[in-house]
């Protein structure tokens, strides 16, 4: 099976968790780019990571989105204790906050199989699955990328997790937003993933509790193990001793 290394990092920066991630990323394609002159029995296998944390109340632009679909301006940002980045994944605009889990796998899919779209689908399927172990029923809906309540009903069609990824040489990085205990309300400033008529939703509003962060964490390790048929290993690096 394919191993990956697992790292929680809690409430980071999102700058600082996204040059990581760069970071990784490079590493793992510079090794793939070595490889392409050396003999198979000395070639290096690049590392797989799966990066979870926590982010301050930041908005997040994708390179294909439209900047009207941030609906503040500067003075409101600051008001909000928010910042905004244009950045370099697929997809428009989303938040990311305190009480939302954010995964970020920094796959070879090399090692996995060379399919975007089927990536992008077990990354669904694997929230999908787990969602399902706390009694919440979702699924996808054709055409928009994300996992979604009430799929089928446009009038009460919402959307607890968004996904956004960029991927060089068939190696990932970005990954999902699961809405576990979020502030809902930061959502009203933007449109969110670009889609003006379904709403968003949590864990935490569809359930009527408060949700164990850690205990989601647990079973998205599993959901993600199981979907991607990996081995999923705790690192024994101190994160930010690692992050530049």
């Not at 009694?135 to 069609?157: C, H």
């Not at 190696?171 to 670009?194: E, K, Q, S």
Request: hydrophobic share 35%.
């Amino acid at each position: 099976m394919v191993k990956v290394t697992f790292q929680d990092i809690g409430s980071i920066d999102y700058k600082q968790c996204w040059d990581y991630q760069e970071v990784l990323l490079n590493k793992a394609v510079d090794i793939k780019m070595m490889n392409r002159n050396l003999p198979e029995d000395q070639q290096l296998i690049p590392e797989n990571h799966l990066l979870f944390c926590e982010h301050p109340h930041v908005y997040t632009l994708g390179k294909s989105g439209d900047e009207k679909h941030l609906l503040v301006n500067d003075k409101w940002l600051e008001k909000m204790n928010a910042t905004y980045y244009k950045i370099n994944r697929g997809g428009d605009i989303t938040y990311h906050g305190p009480g939302q889990l954010v995964g970020y796998p920094v796959f070879d899919l090399d090692q996995f199989f060379n399919d975007i779209h089927k990536y992008l689908r077990l990354l669904e399927e694997s929230v999908i699955n787990m969602l399902h172990t706390y009694g919440i029923s979702s699924e996808r809906i054709p055409g928009l990328t994300g996992v979604w309540l009430d799929a089928g009903n446009p009038l009460k069609a919402r959307k607890i997790c968004a996904y956004g990824v960029r991927c060089s040489r068939w190696v990932t990085m970005h990954g999902f937003a699961l809405n576990v205990n979020t502030n809902l309300d930061y959502f009203n400033y933007i449109v969110p993933c670009g889609i003006t008529d379904k709403a968003v939703t949590s864990m935490q509003k569809e359930l009527g509790r408060e949700v164990d962060m850690e205990e989601v964490k647990l079973r998205m390790l599993t959901a993600m193990s199981d979907a991607f048929s990996c081995t999923i290993t705790q690192s024994s690096i101190t994160p930010y001793n690692t992050i530049i």
